[in-house]
């Protein structure tokens, strides 16, 4: 087998550390010292997040899409193809080096999605991106960490506290979805979406995209309206 190579090293903002892109053949793995956070080989679930919400979102024209973070751009390809012509996707990535992996490195792995005129990137904080809108968005996608338990960024469980539900469901155009992607399932998160009046379904999809292998979990959470 061949070899890893390192491909750049990024620091990580705000926090000590930094991320890591390595290339082994035709695979690419996006690490910290200790974790993998993405490997090329793997990417069904990602897509899956993206493809299960927008099918929801077929029947609407305009949709406005917010996905955090980029990674290696699965769950913004699969968005731009299940989305019609008129679609808007906002891709908020918290790390500049990873937007710059993928316009250099990566674009090719998901079909260039950030040459898509449809597409604007968003470089910061996810948080800051629900925040800052209200009413705004038919579909919010977040995938920035292993989920809602086990985060490798501190600063991630913003997200999935009450809190940052109640940002994300007034972030959300009535009938939007808010759709989480996470390594396993947590039916403490289940039950704070409920208690944020969402409309709570709960899936899994398989992390190849040949149907094999670890199963990993998808929340679909409709805003009422
Ligand atoms: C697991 S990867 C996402 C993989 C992506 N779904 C794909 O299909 O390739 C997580 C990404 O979220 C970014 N990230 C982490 N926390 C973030 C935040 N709070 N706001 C925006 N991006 C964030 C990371 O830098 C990383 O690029």
Known sequence: MKPW???DRARIPDEEGELIL???DTEYSIRTETTELMNSRLHGSEEALARLACERLSYQRDVNILIGGLGMGYTLGAALENSGPDAHLTVAEFVPAVISWNREFLGHLAGVPLNDPR???WQGDVVQAIKSKKSAWNAILLDVDNGPDGLTR????QLYGLPGLHAAFAALRPGGI???WSYAPDDGFTRRLKKCRFRT???TAHANSSGKGRKHTIWLAVKPG
Not at 154 to 157: I, K, S
């Open 5 to 7: 190579v390192t491909l």
């Open 22 to 24: 390595r290339k082994r």
């Open 119 to 121: 597409v604007a990137v």
């Open 154 to 157: 501190e600063a991630n469980d």
């Open 178 to 180: 808010l759709a989480v």
């Open 201 to 203: 379904e709960v899936v």
